[in-house]
Structures are given as structure tokens and as C-alpha cells.
């Protein structure tokens, strides 16, 4: 959930954002809380309708293992199977760890209203502080930074409906990540905005999702459904997420935008 509260005079932004998952049947937890602010003041073009925002979040990031929940390799049996009474020479010598965290970001977007289609594009570095992985083989291992970069853009095809094509990569240590997608979005009434599409990770998922708005309040559901050899090892098991933002604006003089950058 990210409540944000907005200051139009001073072009500043508060939310805080809170995110909790967890695997391995409730086994692994990972949960981070964030207080973030944002910069909004800078604008250009006719009616400052190009806008740039800066960002920055600080918080923690906590993990915490659940032995109980756990399954070991030594508790299988090759004829009886797994035996959840059988003792395990594996052991956790810690089972939550938390850090402090930091990052940062930069936004453009064309709010231009009229237009048949308008850009957006971002760039974010998270762990600046590259926090300690207290669960890593030495014990003060490093998270290394992740990179982010996503565009998109939405395309206007009558008054009550436009579909925006979007692409997110992310590069964090060795790995990377490559995501493609698109959504629908219906103006039901001037309240209520229903959308509905789906991404693809490559080599990976494929995440179709739904959502609405409602006045100041964003509620999205996605279902995330493994296509590698991962799906395989999971038995076929996939995650499921709802997300919910709720925006909290003071009283200004100025004109509503017709387009922001998209958010589910």
C-alpha cells in the first residue's frame, strides 16, 4: 500500500510503500518498508506539460526463515518418501536478518493533452547503500546495486480508451531481467478507470493482470503463471499479488494533467 501525500506549492511529494512476500509454503519472508519523497518541480514546454520528477526512498529490508515450515534433503527417504520426523543435520544459525536501505530514481512524461500518443521513461538505482546479506556463505556479503529502466507509451484511440505498450529491464550482479507488455485502460466514468493486460518476462512468466481506479485509489490484481523448467521443479505452483495505492492530494488551483505515468 502507498499512500502519497502532494504539496502543489512546493512541488514536493510523501508516500510510503510497503511490500511482503513470501515462498516456500510461508517457509522464506521478505519484506521491505520505504518512505519515499519525490520532486516534481521541474517543467517545461507549453503549459509545463513535459514534466520531470526526481526520486529518493530510504527504509528497510527484512528476511526472515521459518525452520518449520522448511523441508531438508536428509528428511527423504527413497522408499518411504519425506518424513517430517526425521532429524536434519542442516542448520540455520540465523533466521531473520534486517537492513538499512536506500535508492533512487528519475521520471519524464509527456502529459500533453490531445495527443494520440504520449511517452513516458524512468531510470532507478537501488541499494545505493548496498545493504549486508546476512545470510550469505560469509556473512557480510554485499547486496550488489540493481539497475532499472522502463518506457512506454499510450496511445489514444477514442475518448474512453487507450492501450499503452510498456518494456521494463532490470540488471542486478550477473543477472538480468527483460519484461514486455501491455494494458488496456476504459474510462467507465469520471470516477472509474477499469484496466486489464499482461507482461511477459522473458524466458520466464507470463503475468496477465486487472485493476481499476477510483477517484484517489488504485486496486490491481496480476497471477504470475511460470513458463520455464522453473514451473517444473514448482509443480507447476505460481504467485499471485494484489496491490493497492491510494493518493492524497491538497486543494490546488492549477489544471489536472490528462496523462501521468501509468502505475498497477
Known amino acids: 500500500m502507498a499512500p502519497v501525500l502532494n504539496s502543489q506549492q512546493k512541488k514536493i511529494n510523501l508516500g ?10 510461508g517457509g522464506y519472508g521478505y519484506t521491505t518498508a520505504y518512505g519515499n519523497i519525490a520532486y516534481t518541480g521541474v517543467r517545461f514546454g507549453k503549459n509545463e506539460e513535459h ?6 526512498q530510504a ?16 528428511q527423504w527417504n527413497p522408499v518411504f518418501g519425506y518424513n517430517p520426523g526425521n532429524p536434519s543435520s542442516d542448520v540455520l544459525n540465523r533466521t531473520s536478518a534486517t537492513a538499512f536501505d536506500m535508492g533512487a530514481g528519475v521520471l519524464y512524461f509527456d502529459a500533453q493533452p490531445g495527443k494520440k ?11 545505493l ?4 546479506d546476512k545470510f550469505s556463505a560469509s556473512g557480510d556479503e554485499k547486496f550488489p546495486m540493481r539497475y532499472t529502466a522502463h518506457a512506454g507509451i499510450r496511445f489514444t484511440l477514442s475518448d474512453r480508451f487507450s492501450i499503452t505498450p510498456n518494456f521494463l529491464y ?12 501491455a494494458y488496456g485502460q476504459y474510462k467507465a466514468t469520471s470516477d472509474v478507470n477499469l484496466l486489464i493486460g499482461a507482461n511477459y518476462r ?17 486496486l490491481g490484481a496480476s497471477y504470475d503463471i511460470n ?5 517444473k521443479l514448482v509443480n507447476g505452483s505460481n504467485s499471485f499479488e494484489i496491490s493497492l495505492s491510494i493518493i492524497g492530494k491538497k486543494s490546488t488551483k492549477t489544471p489536472e494533467v490528462e496523462f501521468v505515468c501509468p502505475r498497477l
Open 16 to 25: 510510503v510503500s510497503v511490500l511482503k512476500q513470501t515462498a516456500g509454503d
Open 51 to 56: 514534466r520531470v520528477v526526481f526520486g529518493m
Open 59 to 74: 527504509g528497510i529490508i527484512q528476511r526472515r526463515f521459518d525452520r518449520n515450515k522448511m523441508t531438508f534433503g536428509d
Open 117 to 127: 500518443a504520449n511517452l513516458y521513461a524512468g531510470f532507478s538505482a537501488s541499494h
Open 129 to 132: 547503500t548496498k545493504p549486508e
Open 170 to 181: 532490470l540488471s542486478q550482479g550477473t543477472a538480468t531481467e527483460k519484461m514486455a507488455g
Open 202 to 218: 522473458f524466458e520466464d512468466a507470463i503475468s496477465p493482470f486487472f485493476g481499476f481506479t477510483y477517484k484517489n485509489m488504485m
Open 227 to 231: 513458463s520455464s523448467d522453473l514451473g
